[in-house]
């Protein structure tokens, strides 16, 4: 059995971005799933500071691990299919989560909740095969 500290460097660093990585957009989904929940309600905790910031500081940190893979594997959007793709679902992910949050009537953010979840489907599953489905 191989002790930590007998991985190589470069792996070990890949695992720690890998696993922050997976952390964070866990949690920025949880947000978005909560803030949604919230908005539907209309709940006044939508104006809490926690809620106006918290987001914001969790997605900078995921692109930033979003960075970090990238520079670690060498791979990147425009470069490689799959990132490419996984890249142009972030964009229609944060757009669709966006009206999901602020759409004028509860039936658009309900559309477009469940439109941002298909795309974060197809990010993991890019991301886990690293086959791009739409430009493949």
């Given at each position: ?41 209309d709940s006044a905790l939508l104006q809490k500071k926690l809620f106006k910031v918290l987001p914001h ?80």
């Amino acid at each position: 059995m191989r002790l930590l500290s007998q991985v190589p460097e470069h792996i070990a660093m890949y695992m720690a971005l890998k696993h922050t990585h997976l952390l964070l957009a866990a949690l920025s989904v949880s947000l978005l799933f909560i803030r949604f929940v919230l908005s539907m309600r209309d709940s006044a905790l939508l104006q809490k500071k926690l809620f106006k910031v918290l987001p914001h500081v969790i997605d900078t940190l995921l692109l930033l691990s979003a960075a970090g893979l990238m520079l670690t594997i060498q791979q990147y959007p425009f470069v490689t299919p799959w990132l490419t793709e996984k890249f142009l679902g972030l964009l229609a992910y944060i757009a669709l989560g966006v009206m999901a949050l602020k759409g004028r009537t509860k039936a658009l953010r309900v559309f477009a909740f469940f439109g941002a979840l298909g795309w974060l489907a197809l990010m993991v599953r890019v991301a886990i095969t690293k086959t791009p489905v739409l430009f493949g």
